[in-house]
């Protein structure tokens, strides 16, 4: 059965440092989508991505904050200067389209921030 | 943005046993989603709902979208020690594509 899959599993970084969090979405879905999870909390939504463009962000998802779909392949998010407060399970998911479709999510990216 | 309240938090019983958790939302969802996590690892689809009404089984699974279009249960009968984990209920309004995500039931299956 087809897999989101996000690359690295884990990644540590140095406060104030960039980061890129890379997903690899079910080959024909059109959604893409960024979550968030703090750990012992909920999923919180980020950003979602179509037709080459940002549909929606929330609030977390602040000038900080990029998202791009290089090729046809990849969907990253950008996180420019982290913060301590970022240190966060990201997970990606995709979905085929609108309507009666789910959302697939991948296995996540634990970052943490030194 | 939306609230959607999961309960019961936690949830500790034996094996065998069945159990049922909801989730609740202060304004109508068109789909109401169901995963399990497993601890280091992203959620896992176990249940997409979207209409109301609509009662949809998957196994030992069975959820319900509720009438009112603002709630959600998800029942798991005959319970198993693999069942541990955290199940989030996920809604999705009539405006926009995003989910919202409840703050999950923590479940343990006591062999």
């Known amino acids: 059965e087809p897999e989101v899959t996000q690359t690295p599993s884990h990644q540590v970084t140095q406060m104030g440092q960039e980061v890129i969090l890379r997903c690899v979405p079910i080959s024909n879905h059109l959604y893409f989508y960024w979550y968030r999870q703090i750990l012992g909390q909920k999923v919180e939504f980020l950003v979602s991505?179509?037709?080459?463009?940002?549909?929606?962000k929330s609030e977390i998802f602040d000038d900080q904050f990029s998202v791009e779909r290089p090729d046809g392949s990849n969907f990253t998010l950008k996180i420019r200067s982290t913060k301590l407060e970022d240190s966060a399970m990201y997970f990606c998911a995709s979905r085929e389209r609108t309507g009666n479709q789910p959302q697939h999510f991948g296995d996540g990216t634990r970052l943490s921030i030194l | 943005g939306q609230q959607l309240n999961q309960s019961p938090q936690s949830m500790f019983i034996q094996e065998g046993e069945d159990v049922s958790m909801n989730c609740t939302s202060s304004s109508i969802f068109n789909t109401w989603l169901w995963y399990k996590q497993d601890p280091g690892e992203g959620p896992v689809l176990l249940i997409a709902l979207y209409k109301a009404g609509e009662l949809t089984s998957n196994g030992r699974l069975t959820a319900q979208f509720g009438i009112t279009r603002k709630d959600s249960f998800l029942n798991i009968s005959a319970s198993i020690p693999s069942d541990v984990g955290i199940y989030f209920c996920?809604?999705?309004?009539?405006?926009?594509?995003?989910?919202?995500f409840g703050t999950g039931t923590s479940l343990t299956v006591i062999p």
């Open positions: 996920a809604g999705q309004g009539y405006t926009g594509n995003q989910f919202y």
């Open positions: 991505f179509y037709n080459n463009e940002i549909s929606e």
